[in-house]
């Protein structure tokens, strides 16, 4: 029982480029949430996803795009990187009954770092 | 919309120091859930504890206790008997339903805590 994996665990991107984040979670969790923390600002959410096929927007949104094409996995897309976007990435799911909220599990987290 | 306030940036203390973490939260939600996560230096992040708006019995485990106060809207935390392990990052956090129904936890800053040998 992994729990929740992140790939890869480090990058460096120049400005402009493209990057996905691959997040992976085998604890069949519903619930999955891609974060990003920054000193000082704790941890913001950039989108979420509430089950298989859905993606909706977090927080701090722009600049980045999400999928979730197998209940297992949630992806984050970097379309074109920007110095900005330096920062320690992390992916979280929960389990859910639709009546209460659960706590989240954390990946590794994946520090990225755009020049 | 909800908020969590950790006013404690950092906090030092030696070994053997009882500590205590604050948080306090704004919500409009009768029904909510309150964490506390922990990150070491190492960066994940550990779940601690998790609370729900009607349960306000004190909780202990080991040397952590919390403290929820809803008339406060505060949940705190306290490490008795303090150790270097203790060290890290700590983090308090609030669910928040959104208009689909979904949930969603909004963090607070955090409160960095150093533990000195």
């Known amino acids: 029982n992994a729990g929740v994996t992140q790939t890869p665990k480090f990058r460096v991107l120049k400005t402009g480029q493209s990057m996905t984040l691959l997040c992976a979670q085998d604890m069949n969790h519903e619930y999955m949430y891609w974060y990003r923390q920054d000193p000082g600002m704790g941890l913001r959410l950039i989108h979420y996803s509430v089950g298989e096929g859905t993606t909706a927007k977090g927080e701090v949104p722009d600049g980045y795009n999400v999928s979730r094409l197998k209940k297992q996995n949630f992806l984050l897309g970097l379309e074109s990187a920007a110095p900005s976007q330096t920062s320690v990435y992390f992916c979280?799911?929960?389990?859910?009954?639709?009546?209460?909220?659960?706590?989240?599990?954390f990946g590794p987290g994946t520090r990225l770092t755009v020049t | 919309a909800q908020k969590v306030t950790q006013a404690q940036t950092e906090i030092s203390v030696v070994e053997k120091e009882d500590v205590t973490l604050d948080c306090v939260y704004e919500t409009r939600d009768t029904t909510y859930y309150l964490f506390w996560y922990k990150q070491p230096p190492s960066g994940e992040l550990v779940f601690l504890i998790r609370?729900?708006?009607?349960?306000?019995q004190n909780e202990i485990s080991g040397r952590y206790s919390w403290n929820f106060q809803k008339s406060t809207s505060s949940f705190n935390f306290t490490i008795t008997a303090s150790q270097v392990v203790d060290s890290a990052v700590y983090f308090c956090a609030l669910s928040e339903l959104t208009q689909g129904g979904s949930e969603k936890l909004v963090f607070g800053k955090g409160t960095k805590l150093t533990v000195n040998p």
């Open positions: 609370r729900n708006s009607f349960d306000e």
């Open positions: 979280a799911s929960s389990y859910t009954t639709g009546s209460a909220t659960y706590e989240q599990y």
